[in-house]
Structures are given as structure tokens and as C-alpha cells.
């Protein structure tokens, strides 16, 4: 079993339609939690040793004491730190310590960033809800390519996204990426993802985005796959019990998540399924005991339980929307087929 604690350090800039863990903005964890958060945590990694991870979100880089913070994970904590590089670009450009940060970065090969992009400038901007969202991530993607940083591209399929792909061209024109990933957002039942299934991709559309992302030397293995096996029509003509049961508990990881005032709660950022307590109050042993004890919950949350997924599979009551929507996973399409 292996565990991942999200530490949720600072907001973001962007509240996203996609985004899952319903990030957003929200007050900065003092410098002085931190410390004691990473503090009690301290006993944890070293006896769950390499099954146990963190991450430090929504946006790093919206912290005032960003580089302070690294240097502290730097010294102390980096053999369980998992660094993403998933950034909107935003508060990065707008960082007093951008040359420390760079160098702590490249220092210990956290020397890349990940982008997200929805469509033509418009599209881009409504969804990441932020009037400068593009513009921000063309300078913050240039910026970082300067200092030798690996640019990583997400494309997030959408309807929108495939309607737009002469607007896509040229974006993609403006920023120096590395490399480009096809995404296919995921799905919870929360009121963000309800809101963008009205332009998920379907099977059909999938196709018109296919050509674009071969002449530009995307691999689209994994993409295509799952576009075949995920789509709602797919889904429904393989769902045995059995199979699903084990799908659900397959990525053998517990989340938990920690926020900016330290309490600390079982399931990922956005879909907490309860609340251990305040890590101020409790002991490191605590801590330890309650990720311990905890099972795989990656599709579970406080909206949908595993037990409400295996009863509405054994019940034959899933039905497909109109579209034939696509999914990451088959769990995520059934959890949104249970929504129709």
C-alpha cells in the first residue's frame, strides 16, 4: 500500500472547470505550520519510508515564502517529496523571489513545468476562469524555457478544444514545449465537472483531434486507447462486478490531504471523506495509526462511495448520455453514467 499526502501550502490563481480537487483562491499556510506540520509528519515518512509521498499544491509558487519552503523540503524532507511542476504561470511571474526560486529548482532537477491548455485564448481563459490565463502561461512557459526548464504541455480535451484547433495551432506556435500530453479530464460528481461535462469530448469528435496531434509528433497510444475503451457505449458493454471491484481498490494508494489551517483529512483535495482532527493537536503516532489503518480511496469521496458504484453496476441502472462521452478510466464513466 502506498499513501500521498497533499499539502496544501497556498490557492491558486484559477478557479478551473476541470478541476477536481476544486482548487482555487485561499489564505497562504503560515511559514511557522509548516514547520510544524513537516514536523510531525517527520516520524511518519520515516516509518512507512519510500510508500509514503507529498505534494505541496494548489500553486507552490503562490506562496510569499516559496523558496524558504523548498529549501526546507531541500535539507529535511526530499526523499518523500514529489514535485509535479504543475503551474499556471501566474503567480510564478509574479513572484518577488523568482532567481531563488529557479535555483533551488534547478538544483535539485526539479527543473521542469507542466501546463494546462483548454482551446483558442477566449476558451482557455473562461474555463481557468482568469481574464490573463493564457497570456500568463505564454511569458511563464517562455521564462522558464530561458533558464533551461523543460516545458511540458496538457492538452485537456474538450469539445471546445477540438473546435478550435487552427486557434491551437497558433498558441502552440508561441510557447517553446518540449513535450505534448493529451489529457482527458476526469470525472467526480462536483459541481465544477457536472458544469463541464456540457463540452467533454465524445468518441466521435476524438477523431478530428487525432491527425493534429500525429503531425506534431504526439505519441497517442494511450489517449486512443482509452478513448476505445472508455467511452460510455464501451463501458456499458463491460461491466462485470467482479472486474469493477478490483478496478476500484487497483491503484493500492490512500490520499489524504492537509489544509492551510493543518487539519487533516482522509481523501484526496477536494473530496475529503473525513476529518482526522488538527495536526496541531495530534501526535505523530496519530498521524502514523491514521494513514496506516486507511484503505485505497482514489475513486472514493463524499459524494460517491464504492459501495454506490458496485450497486449501481449490479443493478443495471447506468444509462449513456446522448454523446457517448469519453472518460480517463471506467470508473469515472460510471460514476458519471450514475449522475445521468
Excluded at 165 to 184: A, G, Q
Excluded at 275 to 300: M, W
Aim: with cysteine; net charge negative.
Amino acid at each position: 500500500m502506498e499513501y500521498n499526502i497533499d499539502i496544501l501550502i497556498a490557492g491558486c490563481n484559477t478557479t478551473c472547470m476541470h478541476c477536481y480537487v476544486d482548487g482555487g483562491y485561499a489564505t497562504a499556510m503560515s511559514l511557522s505550520d509548516f514547520y510544524l506540520c513537516m514536523a510531525k509528519l517527520q516520524p511518519v515518512f520515516q516509518q512507512l519510508r519510500d510508500n509514503i509521498s507529498f505534494t505541496l499544491d494548489n500553486e507552490l509558487f503562490n506562496h510569499p515564502d516559496a523558496a524558504v519552503i523548498l529549501e526546507c523540503v531541500e535539507q529535511k524532507y526530499k526523499s518523500n517529496y514529489f514535485h509535479h511542476g504543475s503551474t499556471t504561470g501566474i503567480a510564478f511571474l509574479n513572484h518577488p523571489k523568482q532567481a531563488e526560486l529557479f535555483e533551488i529548482l534547478k538544483r535539485n532537477k526539479w527543473d521542469y513545468a507542466s501546463f494546462a491548455i483548454h482551446g483558442s485564448r477566449d476558451t482557455h481563459n473562461s474555463i481557468v476562469n482568469n481574464d490573463r490565463g493564457l497570456e500568463s502561461l505564454i511569458e511563464a512557459s517562455r521564462l522558464f524555457k530561458e533558464r533551461d526548464f523543460k516545458v511540458w504541455i496538457s492538452l485537456m480535451i474538450s469539445k471546445k478544444l477540438v473546435s478550435e484547433l487552427d486557434d491551437l495551432s497558433r498558441i502552440l506556435s508561441e510557447i517553446p514545449y518540449d513535450n505534448i500530453l493529451p489529457v482527458i479530464p476526469d470525472y467526480y460528481p462536483t459541481p465544477r465537472l457536472m458544469k463541464y461535462q456540457s463540452i467533454r469530448c465524445n468518441k466521435a469528435e476524438f477523431g478530428e483531434l487525432s491527425d493534429f496531434l500525429i503531425d506534431r509528433g504526439v505519441d497517442i497510444t494511450g489517449v486512443e486507447k482509452a478513448v476505445q475503451r472508455y467511452n460510455e457505449e464501451a463501458i456499458l458493454n463491460n461491466l462485470e462486478c467482479d472486474s469493477i471491484a478490483e478496478e476500484l481498490t487497483s491503484k493500492r494508494t490512500a490520499f489524504f490531504h492537509i489544509d492551510s489551517k493543518l487539519g487533516f483529512y482522509l481523501g484526496n483535495t477536494g473530496s475529503a471523506l473525513k476529518q482526522f482532527g488538527n495536526i496541531k493537536e495530534l501526535s505523530s503516532e496519530e498521524i502514523y495509526r491514521a494513514i496506516e489503518s486507511s484503505e485505497d480511496n482514489y475513486y472514493e469521496t463524499s459524494r460517491v462511495h464504492y459501495n454506490d458504484i458496485i450497486s449501481a453496476v449490479s443493478n443495471g441502472g447506468l444509462e449513456r448520455s446522448m454523446e457517448n462521452y469519453v472518460y480517463p478510466s471506467r470508473i469515472a464513466g460510471i460514476i458519471a453514467m450514475m449522475s445521468n
